[in-house]
């Protein structure tokens, strides 16, 4: 439901496009991993996903799972709440290791959390804490990286600026983006497999923000 939802809504209020690496595929079992940067990119990138047939797993923030009806609907799907700072948090890693090893694709947002900016310009991800490193660890699961960019567009900056963005993005109609990379396998170990699953993400979001001509597609 949450995907074909998000696939419904998205168009609504941006003019969503995909690309795909050549050879990439989605296969039963593997972990995507997509930057960070609005509350909108979750719907943007499982509308994406939902195009290309694929529902996932979604961890995020156990506060979702508060908001009336949502949060039943995030339980019946068997959606993963992450409880950060809390004796929970390691449930949801368990959660994710059942899901893999049940077949399941489980999307997970490894920067733990939204930068802090006003602007809606496009930036490098930030850095990724070791959620998704332990998780390559304990399942072995192939990483398909996944960037997004414009979303900012839709929402950002202050609680008052993103309640405005939301309710013109169907005036506005701004360009989103979703790019998703070939898998790869996370050779390395640690901070290091956290790094290079960094680097995966930060080169599909490049991609996908010079779909829609940002400048910061050009950064080092």
Do not use: C
């Not at 079992?29 to 509350?39: M, R």
């Not at 004796?87 to 959660?95: F, M, Q």
């Not at 960037?147 to 929402?155: H, K, M, S």
């Amino acid at each position: 439901m949450l995907s074909r939802l998000a696939d419904v809504l998205v168009p609504a209020v941006g003019r969503l496009t995909i690309s795909t690496d050549a050879g990439t595929g989605l296969a039963p079992g593997s972990i995507i991993a997509a930057n960070h940067t609005s509350l909108a990119d979750p719907a943007i990138v499982l509308a994406a996903l939902h195009r290309l047939g694929v529902r996932p797993v979604v961890m995020a923030t156990a506060g979702l799972w508060r908001v009336p009806v949502l949060g039943r609907a995030l339980s019946h799907e068997g959606h993963i709440p992450v409880h950060r700072g809390d004796r929970r948090a390691a449930d949801s890693l368990d959660g994710a290791v059942d899901a893999l090893e049940r077949g399941h694709l489980v999307l997970i947002y490894a920067e733990g959390g939204l930068p802090r900016r006003a602007d809606a310009a496009e930036a490098t991800p930030e850095a990724f804490r070791s959620g998704l490193s332990r998780l390559v660890e304990r399942t072995g699961a192939p990483v398909v990286p996944v960037g997004q960019a414009g979303a900012r567009r839709v929402t950002s900056g202050s609680t008052a600026k993103q309640l405005a963005g939301l309710f013109t993005a169907p005036l506005r109609r701004p360009r989103l983006h979703v790019h998703v990379g070939e898998p790869l396998r996370l050779a390395a170990a640690g901070a290091d497999r956290t790094e290079q699953a960094r680097t995966a993400v930060t080169a599909a979001w490049r991609t996908a923000a010079a779909r829609l001509g940002e400048p910061a597609a050009l950064a080092a």
